[in-house]
């Protein structure tokens, strides 16, 4: 998915396979992780500066974990690849942009006119979040 | 009451845009139903037995003028002319076209409305004490909060995909109007030692299937940091909560699994966390948000004294009319439970009739209770009868504020495709046993609700007496609870026996309220009496 228009970052993409949570904190080498739904992503927190790209799987898109597992990983400081995979839906991409996610590798197809639409629909936020879109509260005061 | 400004009215219609683009993808048959639902859901629209049904939002259940008005137009122009106000104090419509719900969505965004998140498993409508900035009791209107919390859960990134809804209360009293304690997350507006504002926090309420009271998890928490506090809440859950079976996924099971003392470790835990992230709306905003919230232009030197010499106007005053914290104002509450009605059902004509009282009489300022009716907030003592006069020219004058007849009851197995008996007849069964003025008042606050299924829309396990409707090999069965409360005196309903026939679940009423008035002490109330007596008397006279 290196050149579409799914991923948000500029960078080479990480090349190894990501390996399973458990695995990846045996392996002292490994550099991509794979962070299923209701893996507690904070044992990730200790070990973050070797991740290179961790993906976070949505098992069904009404499973929202995920977002949260993100967040945490950004305020905890990862700047790596932050990729969203499995049942990842065009409605579902402009959340998971605000929670840090800037790459996505659905299940299924996503048409670029309908989520590049997602995309640029609101002009204005209510909370911070791990982008950097501006809170109205913040654009109200200045 | 609040406006919205540029950046409030751009994301409403944003959301239309956006809503409008996926129900065109869903007719257009680029999206299965399964991925649709969801984001209908999310903004309101169920599909029910008979049709599609829009939950409207009325945040924390205020409302002006120029928006019920706009509600009645829907009603006339995309319904059958009547809207039904729910035990969250939004507004439904029953009989709705998919097609028609993206302009019905358009023309309530022209009056600051919409219908964002009132279903679905999402962060819901805030509700909150209907009294609000009228209250004699209340330490101050808790709106400008509910606001600024509303606008901080809209659309927040992390928490639009929960494991299931979340419903928060908000009051600033010591009496509960709001059905604080049966919410996820109930707050309750409180000062510190030092006389700073700040919230007292319950979770893990909920009614369901498996009713939980909201259990205390923090004394005060400081009134800057309530939503780094709610963000850290839903983080626990959202985190946690089961997923593999819908009827164990909302908070209140979390809250029991764990034990509210590891719920509340982890929350607190988290909570420092997100503290230093610094997403807490700044001082100036909500200074900005309370300044909508100023107390209206209240006269001085207004007449107290009531002319109380039409008897049919005294009944109403004795019954309908509540303390307002201004000298010569009065808090006014429309019963929207004609007997032989729908509770909570209103017609386009009579929503235009209330919206005309708001606008000459109360400041332009309409509520919404949860238990389905209207109020008046702000209205002159000496305006008292003219308004009388033009509510029951509106069929809006019913005396029956917290009596036998003023029954919740959800919609029921009449609308609802979750349901597995009719609510609707049985509260109108009940309120024509009970019709009799006289007999209302002589048994006093007696709250009755009413579910058809084990979901307990009809909040009956908080009613002082609660049925709830099961289907039994094929026929509807209603079992009988009796003390529960949604009030201050928070308590969980207990099912009596074995169930009854729709007949005779109100003979069952019926002989509950005989024991009650036989067993009566001076000033007591039904709930009262069941708690000092027990329920055994009861149940001796009603399977006995």
Known sequence: MAESPLRFRDDTPADEPAVTLDAFLDQQDAVSVRIEAGDDVRRLIPVLDRVKLVEIDFPRFRDGRGYSSARILREAGYKGELKATGDVLVDQVLFMRRCGFDSFAPDAPIDPAVLDAALKRYDYVYQTAADDAVPVWKLRHG | ?544
């Open chain 2, 1 to 544: 009451m609040y406006r919205y400004d540029k950046y409030d009215q751009a994301v409403v219609d944003a959301r239309v845009d956006e809503f409008r683009d996926q129900t065109a993808r869903r007719l257009a048959g680029q999206m299965t139903e399964d991925q649709f639902k969801p984001l209908r859901l999310k903004n309101g629209l169920y599909l029910q037995l008979h049709a599609y049904m829009l939950r409207v939002a009325i945040p924390y259940g205020t409302l002006n003028s120029t928006q019920m008005r706009k509600l009645a137009h829907i009603a006339r122009t995309y319904d059958r002319g009547y809207g039904h106000f729910t035990t969250r104090q939004n507004i439904q419509y029953h009989w709705i076209k998919l097609q028609d719900a993206p302009d019905i969505l358009a023309e309530l965004a022209t009056v600051e409305m919409h219908a964002i998140q009132t279903s679905g498993e999402s962060i819901r409508n805030i509700s909150a004490d209907q009294y609000a900035g009228a209250a004699a009791d209340e330490i101050e209107d808790p709106r400008a909060w509910a606001e600024l919390i509303r606008q901080a859960t809209t659309f927040h990134p992390e928490f639009s995909y929960l494991p299931r809804k979340f419903k928060i209360a908000l009051i600033a009293s010591p009496t509960d109007r709001a059905a604080l304690r049966w919410h996820d997350l109930a707050l309750r507006i409180v000062r510190n030692e030092a006389g700073e504002p700040g919230f007292e926090v319950f979770a893990g309420g909920g009614m369901g299937r498996t009713p939980f009271i909201a259990y205390p998890i923090r004394a005060f928490c400081p009134a800057e940091q309530i939503f780094s506090y709610i963000q850290a809440v839903l983080r626990v859950w959202n985190s946690h909560a089961r997923r593999d079976n819908i009827h164990k996924q909302r908070m209140k099971i979390l809250v029991h699994d764990l034990g509210h003392e590891e719920f509340t470790r982890q929350v607190e835990e988290t909570f420092a966390h997100i503290l230093t992230l610094g997403t807490d709306f700044p001082r100036a905003e909500y200074e900005r948000i309370a300044a909508y919230f100023a107390p209206p232009p209240f006269e001085t030197g207004l007449p107290e004294e009531i002319d109380r010499s039409d008897p049919d106007f005294a009944l109403w005053v004795d019954r309908q009319i509540a303390p307002h914290k201004a000298p010569g104002y009065a808090i006014v509450n429309v019963s929207l439970k004609r007997i032989g009605g729908i509770g909570g059902d209103i017609t386009a004509e009579q929503m235009d009739a209330v919206a005309d009282l708001a606008e000459r009489y109360s400041f332009d300022d309409i509520r919404v209770s949860h238990a389905q009716n209207l109020v008046l907030p702000h209205v002159r003592k000496q305006d008292l009868y003219a308004v009388w006069q033009a509510l029951d020219a509106a069929g809006l004058a019913d005396v029956n504020l917290d009596l036998v007849t003023d029954i919740i009851a959800c919609p029921g197995l009449d609308y609802c495709s979750l349901a597995n008996a009719r609510s609707i007849p049985i509260a109108q069964k009940i309120a024509q046993r009970f019709a009799d003025p006289a007999r209302q008042l002589e048994l006093g606050e007696l709250k009755i609700k009413i579910s058809g299924c084990i979901n307990a829309c009809g909040h009956h396990h908080a009613g002082h007496i609660g049925i709830l409707g099961v289907d039994r090999k094929g026929t509807e069965n209603y079992q009988l609870l009796l003390g529960g409360s949604g009030a201050e005196d928070t308590s969980l309903a207990k099912i009596t026996g074995p169930g009854f026939d729709e007949n005779g679940i109100v003979d069952a009423v019926e002989k509950a309220t005989d024991v009650y008035l036989r067993e009566r002490t001076e000033g007591e109330r039904f709930l009262d009496t069941y708690r000092r007596i027990g329920v055994e008397p009861f149940k001796e006279a009603i399977y006995g």
